[in-house]
């Protein structure tokens, strides 16, 4: 039903939204007698869902698989740089609103499955894997797009240690998840617990922190505000359950696996506030950083590399009056793309990105420092080669064979 009838006339029963070149129809705040949004409602592009579809690797791959698809958003943009797309969800309105979209927008290489997160496509493995699940650590299952019924952030977890089952070696599975923070601990070592032994690196990106009272209160306000009473007694049961849990604080970011046999590495970011500055390259750069410093053991082994700054960057100086003359203050080295963005460099530094071209060993930059600074070799290449290593964790270079 698009329009259903009001006292004044009638009404959309749906909204329209645009990602992109495409067009999504979601419901609108459909409400049922008592005020409140029915089990099953479908929402369009939220927070979540925008930061997923940002943060996804875009590069041509056979097969994708989107775990709780709800109006079809990651789907469909899925289907525009692969082979074929399958989307799971055990709500059959989403299914519906997925199928309509998709017919919308003129996408056929996409299928659409009911059922519970990965159970339709047991045995299967994929390329890609998109998943924003109801992962919200809450009380009851009130509603289908945000509650999994299931106790604390289980639900979370249970997708991130199921996930590799179903890539292929080399698979990239992104997945939007809570877990609960405990006291005395780094934000992100629940998640680390969960990817232990997986066969997956594991790139974490934050992308915020609440304690019990702000998440309990956002989730009562905008669902319960309306009601006499409601927020009060929404208030109490979200707290009563935090409570139980033992819960110190909620983190909510993006999970991201790649299944990789060898020696897997885990890092861990805070999503930039500008999330257009994330992307394909930004990600496969931070993928191939992680690779390469995993592989650089020593410091002869990184002075045998060919280094090269990326393109994405700018540097800035500041320049102040000092004895009728302009002189450098300060040097600024920024990140265009990417979460790493600034750092500030001295001379030397910036004259090192300048060398680094692609064409030389960081070897010969050592010589050429030593010459110049009157120091041993030894002694110059105990001050380059930590900050070599520096500007390739901050991604501002890359070995020449992986800057592409």
């Not at 905008?222 to 935090?242: I, N, S, V």
């Not at 900050?387 to 064979?401: G, K, N, Q, T």
Request: negative net charge; aromatic residues 8%.
């Amino acid at each position: 039903m698009l329009l259903e009838p009001v006292e004044e006339g009638v009404k959309a029963a749906i909204r329209v939204e645009v990602f992109n070149d495409l067009r999504l129809i979601a419901d609108g705040y459909r409400a049922a007698e008592d005020g409140k949004l029915t089990r099953d409602h479908v929402t369009g592009i939220t927070v979540s869902s925008l930061l997923l579809a940002t943060l996804a690797l875009r590069r041509p791959v056979r097969t994708v698989l989107d775990v709780g698809v709800g109006c079809g958003i990651q789907s469909l943009v899925a289907a525009g740089h692969s082979e074929w797309v399958t989307g799971t969800d055990i709500n059959l309105r989403a299914l519906t609103f997925a199928a309509f979209n998709a017919r919308l927008n003129d996408v056929e290489n996409v299928e659409f499955l009911s059922g519970s997160y990965f159970e339709p496509v047991e045995g299967r493995r994929f390329d890609l894997i998109v998943t924003n699940p109801p992962f919200v650590i809450s009380p009851s299952l009130e509603l289908t797009f945000r509650d999994s019924g299931l106790p604390g952030d289980s639900v979370s977890r249970d997708i991130v240690q199921k996930a590799p089952s179903f890539l292929e070696e080399g698979g990239i599975a992104h997945v939007m998840a809570s877990w609960i923070m405990r006291e005395a601990e780094p934000w992100w070592r629940p998640v680390e617990r969960w990817v232990e032994g997986s066969g997956c690196d594991a790139w974490i990106l934050l992308h915020k922190t609440e304690d019990a009272l702000d998440s309990a209160s956002s989730w009562a306000k905008a669902f319960h505000g309306h009601e006499p009473g409601g927020f009060t007694g929404a208030m109490d049961r979200w707290l009563a359950y935090y409570r139980e849990l033992g819960l110190g604080g909620i983190a909510t970011g993006a999970v991201t696996l790649r299944r990789r046999t060898g020696k897997n590495w885990f890092l861990t970011d805070e999503a930039p506030d500008e999330i257009n500055s994330l992307g394909t390259e930004a990600v496969l750069r931070i993928f191939a950083v992680e690779d390469c410093l995993a592989e650089l053991e020593g410091n002869d082994a990184l002075l045998d590399e060919r280094l090269e700054v990326v393109e994405a960057h700018r540097l800035e100086r500041t320049l102040r009056l000092r004895d009728g003359e302009y002189q450098v203050e300060k040097t600024m080295l920024f990140l265009d793309e990417g979460v790493r963005s600034n750092v500030k460099i001295d001379p030397h530094t910036a004259r090192l990105l300048a060398f680094c071209d692609g064409t030389r060993p960081l070897r010969e930059f050592v010589h050429e420092l030593t010459a110049d600074l009157g120091m041993s070799h030894e002694e110059t290449a105990a001050q380059v080669v930590p900050v070599a290593r520096r500007l390739i964790e901050l991604c501002f270079l890359l070995p020449a064979d992986r800057a592409s």
